[in-house]
């Protein structure tokens, strides 16, 4: 027998001017249960999230919030916490200048008499930290530790507001395969101590392993509610739901043309920007050919967003030796201007921090790598920005209302089309791409997978970053394989299996490099 309803959400509909971000959206949570929601980027999982919260209040959405039994009318954040109903956003709501006690107890703070007791503060504060499983002191400054750390926090933090339904959006984006496995072990424990949990995320492998139910919402409705209790769905049954469409391959199928050497880096060296002392990046060698798609796998940690960065006009590290030569010529890469016209481009992991002005419009953004392009004698010609932004909106399906809309309110999918905009309309001959899907949902990766195929036909080079082994088996042509700053091994698309990348990294240290 299933446990009782915890929460439901009935006939749910949210409007803003011009747009149905919901439209009866029915959502049923169970005490005690892990509850995947999952749908493309845009489907209106975090809307919804934001109206049970009392983000969007009550009076400004249609439809009912039943919660513990009763109908709940949320006027802010406030209220919806009062009855346990926490939520942590992908983007961590933490101060890092303050420490892991004041950072829990933050706005809720232990006093006496009004005055904060620290004592209390950090003693509760052990005592959270353990039921999370970190060992850190809770004098440690958040800034200090890792994001996985930080996610832990957050929870701890939760924990401390007496939750009983925790929500949690794209937990696992920004962790490593140790710190998503340990967040989601975490989870289990919640859910035998009757705490209940609805899980966001794009990773459909791990609502495989701890989800009891999934709710799939496709263009502001819901459009299947599974039970997993007896055994998780089929991947391609929720990717059918997702996307509305039957998604016979996760990957572009594609018959490379490879052609003559475009880019090499010969004995590449970075030592740490901070500590110079240490050498980051180790004697890398790298070749790629026009029309390839080359991979870098290796755990976080092991130096490809440093390597990337380096290489894209010294953004990172200093002391950096070594050649770097395009199309044969030696090129200065000493500044990202002069890398950016000697023809390379280089996506970020961050999009939001450090692809994209989130303020600003799609026009504005799409230009900034290129403005001489939207010039005429040093004057932005706005008929011709505005021209050049809607081409792309129109080449590469980025779904927005306008290209006068701003970033900020585009989904994850299509922020992510309007970085790749950016550099497209700079022309590089050389796209380095770290993490180009993070954070996006199946339907999007596979439009963003077809346009680095399409790039790759066109003869550029792509040098490809990801922390998902599938996703690089699937898209490269070749593959590097790296650990603690250096390579390890290189294999052939038709030769690399998972097994054999993980084999590399785990006896890196007992062997020569090696080519396969």
Not at 261 to 270: A, G, H, K, S
Not at 294 to 304: C, D, F, H, K, Y
Not at 432 to 441: A, H, K, S
Request: proline fraction near 3%; hydrophobic fraction near 40%; charge should be neutral.
């Amino acid at each position: 027998m299933n446990p009782p309803l915890l929460l439901q959400m009935r006939h749910i509909r949210k409007t803003f001017p011009g747009v149905v971000a919901l439209d009866n959206v029915n959502l049923a949570v169970c005490a005690g249960e892990i509850h995947a929601v999952v749908g493309e980027n845009g489907a209106g999982k975090s809307t919804l999230m934001k109206v049970l919260s009392g983000v969007y209040p009550h009076g400004s959405y249609e439809g009912e919030i039943h919660f513990d039994g009763a109908e709940r009318r949320f006027s802010g954040i406030a209220d919806s916490e009062r009855q346990g109903i926490i939520i942590i956003h992908q983007e961590l709501a933490l101060v890092p200048g303050l420490s892991i006690a004041e950072n829990i107890f933050l706005g809720n703070e232990p006093a006496r008499h009004g005055v904060i007791d620290w004592g209390q503060a950090h003693q509760r504060a052990r005592e959270l930290l353990a039921k999370v499983g970190l060992k850190e002191s809770t004098s440690t400054l958040v800034g200090d530790i890792g994001v996985g750390k930080q996610q832990l926090v957050e929870i701890a933090k939760a924990l401390a507001k007496q939750v009983r339904l925790l929500i949690l959006d794209e937990p696992t984006a920004s962790l490593n395969e140790t710190d998503s496995e340990a967040l989601l072990r975490l989870l289990i424990e919640l859910k035998r101590q009757g705490i209940a949990c609805i899980l966001i995320s794009h990773k459909l492998n791990e609502i495989a392993d701890v989800a009891d139910a999934v709710t799939v919402l496709r263009d502001g409705s819901t459009v299947a509610s599974m039970d997993c209790r007896d055994g998780p769905p089929a991947q391609n049954v929720i990717i059918n739901h997702m996307v509305g469409r039957e998604m016979a391959d996760r990957y572009p199928r594609r018959t490379p043309k490879i052609g003559d050497t475009l880019f090499e880096l010969n004995d590449w060296r970075v030592r740490h920007p901070v500590h110079a002392d240490r050498e980051v990046i180790k004697g890398i060698d790298l070749t790629v050919r026009r029309g390839e798609i080359v991979g870098i796998a290796g755990l976080m940690g092991a130096g490809r967003t440093e390597l990337a960065m380096s290489v894209f006009g010294r953004s990172w590290g200093r002391r950096i030796t070594g050649r770097a030569r395009m199309n044969g010529r030696d090129v200065d890469l000493s500044s990202v201007q002069k890398a950016v016209a000697n023809g390379l481009a280089y996506v970020t992991e961050d999009r939001k921090s450090l692809g994209l002005v989130l303020g600003d419009t799609i026009t504005r953004n799409t230009t900034l790598a290129n403005l001489p392009g939207v010039a005429q004698a040093g004057v932005i010609d706005e008929g011709r920005e505005h021209a050049v932004a809607n081409d792309f909106r129109r080449k590469l399906a980025t779904r927005c209302s306008g290209v006068q809309q701003a970033v900020v309110n585009l989904s994850g999918g299509n922020q992510q089309k309007v970085v790749l905009a950016k550099w497209l309309f700079a022309n590089p001959s050389l796209l380095i791409l770290d993490e180009p899907t993070r954070g996006i949902d199946v339907g999007a990766k596979f439009e963003i997978y077809s346009l680095i195929a399409r790039l790759a036909e066109e003869g550029r080079g792509i040098l490809m970053i990801s922390s998902e082994m599938p996703e690089l088996l699937g898209m490269c042509d070749r593959l590097y394989v790296m650990n603690e700053g250096e390579f390890v091994a290189e294999f052939d698309a038709a030769d690399a299996t998972q097994q054999k990348i993980m084999h590399a990294i785990v006896n890196a240290g007992n062997h020569e490099y090696s080519r396969v």
